[in-house]
């Protein structure tokens, strides 16, 4: 049983996407893939699975109210794999939805030791920064920190305290539980839930966007939202729990440029979107690609763009025509497309991108501003 | 194991004092009984163990800052039994300790099903009125509902959790721990602390009176106290937390009028401070007495004070005089004294004590506004 539990709270790695789909009861996102084909991710497939999304579809389509909720881990440099999930919520929010952020400051703070201030700083100059570069406004945001909370959610999370079994928990998280992982899995699921209290904008259906390994947090955020009946129908405090059970979405992870994980805490195996250009060009040059040995292998056998790092790059973040993207896989395919020229016209997007982005960072002060004005 | 265990969840029934203090490292209070003796109920022995209390008394001494914790549970009728734990919070007041007293509103909601407004009016007309009328005043006074704590505490709370394994939180509770209440067991253990955070008054010798089988949670908040050490000087949210290990007063509770547990579910075993007097007068007419079968044998053997709930009324609340006492003591074990004649006595006192303190009631009104107004 061990060996079929998601983690999220280890790195991330997923062997085998279609596998966990079928042992934890996701669903294919296939059929919204028409649907949503102006969103690169799902059209592309990076979007795999999902939970309920249905209800989001249907609000998307006409124009009905729903949320979006998804929280940040302020602990170090803003890269691509962070951006995939950026244009999303982006996505969502240019698709109306009230749209939901919160910067885990306390977490980054009790799980990862980083003092409370220097949390805070890379939420707003690493993270809230390059959301509002990449087209993030303040329209229907609202972006909070974790140690911000007010009393109705702090309310709220020891209630659901009471609506779990630490067997049912066990269950989902795994039988080596701590108590600060109780409190950390409680939260997640007041988090998810939160937009939905009569103080947040009430029950509406709620889409998280996250990567297959949380998806532990979203059954037991979706088992909870069942659990919340009046029991009193004078009291405003247990009456005014409704829940519509939140709707979810699973992507594919980005890898790390030498093919393992993209991790924070190894620099050589992630961009950083305020990387200097310069150093994201040899970045990319000496990234691992799907190439052959030699020259005249990869002419005759061809390359193998589904380990290559070089075109993940262009599928995830670089290539927005799906027309240009076939041309360079089957490229790449038939031997004609060798690795050092792929490389160079990925660098050359790669800076474009970077260049134009840390301009648009510079102008970003001011909404950033505004939203944390608001907050 | 199990059968050495409090349970601060249970009905707080303890069997045998001495020994559950031989057991749990609880020590005993008898060297300060003499410099305490303007307190009742330590003089009289009734307060009969502690930990760490040196540096409590030295405050009191000394008139150094100290801080007395406590919290209510507002569940039903305030009685006698919880006043012997009002008058021991009255007397820290004049003894000049910052007074927290922490009304649990919310523990009330989701443990007993109590709606939330009528756990305020409880903890309102009950608790805090008759405390009122019993002596507590504003002075030095923190007065709070649960659901009105504010973001340090939370903040706060959630650092205790990663502080503390489940095995030991199991060692301390038992293996039947649920989410609920590791909930509540850190809840507590922050209500505890939390005088010390630098926002209500920084680092301080902190009392907390509680009865025997609450001692679980002050264990739980003194190992706490020993796990914080500053991480990040710069950082304020970490170095702020310094604390001094909570002192604890354990009290021997109030038999029933029966002789079972005096229990707010049920009204015949205890007396309420706003009991009708005539209907408390029956109640003492009634109530179990250490006497013999028959009033021949009483004079012949004397009677069993140690056995008596009138007895009882009058060493835990009705008789100041230690000397009165003593007469009395000494007239029942003689058999010169019978019951009749003392339960009358007795009923005497309490109806005049009732009068009076329900006068008290009507007065109180401005004082709990100042109170109430001032949290």
Redesign the interface.
């Known amino acids: 049983m061990t060996g079929k539990r998601l983690d999220p709270w280890g790195k991330g790695g997923i062997e085998n996407y279609e596998n966990l789909f079928k042992e934890f009861g996701i669903e294919s996102f296939d059929k919204y893939r028409q649907r949503f084909s102006n969103n690169r991710y799902i059209r592309r497939g990076i979007v795999i699975g999902q939970r309920d999304y249905g209800r989001i579809a249907e609000a998307i389509e006409k124009k009905k109210p729903y949320a979006m909720m998804t929280g940040l881990m302020p602990s170090g440099k803003f890269h691509f794999g962070h951006k995939m999930v950026a244009d999303q919520i982006i996505w969502y929010q240019k698709m109306n939805a009230d749209t939901f952020v919160c910067a885990a400051d306390?977490e980054a703070?009790?799980?990862r030791?980083i003092?409370?201030?220097?949390a805070r700083k890379i939420a707003i100059e690493e993270y809230l920064t390059n959301y509002v570069a990449l087209g993030l406004t303040e329209k229907n945001l609202t972006f909070w920190f974790q140690?911000?909370?007010?009393?109705p959610y702090?309310?709220f999370r020891?209630?659901l305290?009471?609506k779990?079994?630490?067997n049912e928990?066990k269950g989902i998280y795994g039988d080596d539980?701590?108590?600060?992982k109780?409190?950390s899995a409680?939260?997640q699921a007041a988090d998810i839930l939160h937009p939905q209290l009569a103080e947040f904008g009430g029950p509406r259906p709620t889409v998280v966007p996250v990567g297959a390994d949380q998806d532990p947090h979203i059954r037991l955020t979706r088992d909870f939202s069942g659990r919340f009946v009046s029991?009193?129908a004078?009291?405003?405090?247990?009456s005014e729990y409704k829940f519509i059970p939140p709707s979810s979405t699973y992507h594919k992870f980005m890898s790390g440029l030498s093919g393992g994980k993209m991790s924070s805490s190894d620099p050589s195996s992630y961009i950083a979107l305020t990387e200097d250009p310069k150093t994201a060009e040899k970045k990319v040059m000496s990234a691992k690609t799907g190439g052959r040995a030699t020259v005249t292998e990869q002419k005759e056998l061809g390359g193998v763009p589904e380990d290559c790092m070089v075109y993940e790059m262009l599928v995830y973040h670089l290539v927005e025509s799906d027309k240009e993207l076939a041309e360079i896989y089957a490229g790449c395919k038939s031997g004609g497309r060798v690795c050092g020229e792929c490389k160079k016209y990925c660098a050359g997007l790669l800076t474009a991108f970077l260049k134009e982005h840390q301009k648009k960072r510079k102008d970003a002060a001011k909404t950033v501003e505004k939203i944390l004005g608001e907050r």
Chains 1, 2 share one sequence.
């Open positions: 306390l703070t009790v799980v030791d003092p409370l201030q220097e140690t911000d909370y007010v009393v702090y309310r020891d209630q305290s009471k779990v079994t630490l928990l539980l701590t108590t600060g109780i409190f409680i939260t029991r009193h004078a009291d405003a405090a247990s």
